[in-house]
């Protein structure tokens, strides 16, 4: 099976899963994530928020509009990189609520297997995970169990790859657009581009 097939087999999966009984009844789309699959470098967010559930694509609301800004600052063409998500369907608070809510530990563990397929075919050399959702998705720890100010920007080597943990777009957005936190990812992000490149 090449590459395209492999994801293909997972998007299939994804559709199917019926794990997260609280989410799946108030979804409209499933999120597989978007990009260049033969990046070096992926960038695994959170969870779809209510645009990302509309249009079925990652980072395209508030969260994205930060994200774009970040990765213009990285100089980093958002085309060229691949971004996916923790979580494959938007948390809600219940229907009707249009409110996004932070995935629980079940539901990140629930999601795991996919991001970890994800992870093996698309193989990218580093891996940023932006906010303590995707941090502790990838390295099995419950997000309640550590603070992500004792990780950023630090280079770990995971399972799969390296990884650079960063803040999420929408802290960024809860902190007043504080350009000195859209920096800091910025050199993390960059950081990243640059262990791609040393061999
Ligand atoms: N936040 C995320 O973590 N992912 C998205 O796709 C959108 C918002």
Redesign the pocket.
Known sequence: MDKKESLLKIWADICTCDKCKKIIPHINNR?FGEGNVSSPIVIV?????DE?DQAAK????T??KILNEILDRARIKRHRIM?I?ALKCRPTKGLDNKDNRTPNWGEIQNCQPFLRRQLEILQPKVIVP??K??VGALFNKNPSSFALKDFEGMAQKGTMAWCVPTY???YVAHRGNDPKLIEKIAKHITKAKEMTRAE
Not at 45 to 49: C, D, K, Q, R, V
Not at 58 to 61: C, L
């Open positions: 999120v967010g959170e969870a779809p928020g990302e990652p980072f395209v609301g969260a994205g971004i998500n932006m906010g959702v995707a999420h777009p929408a």
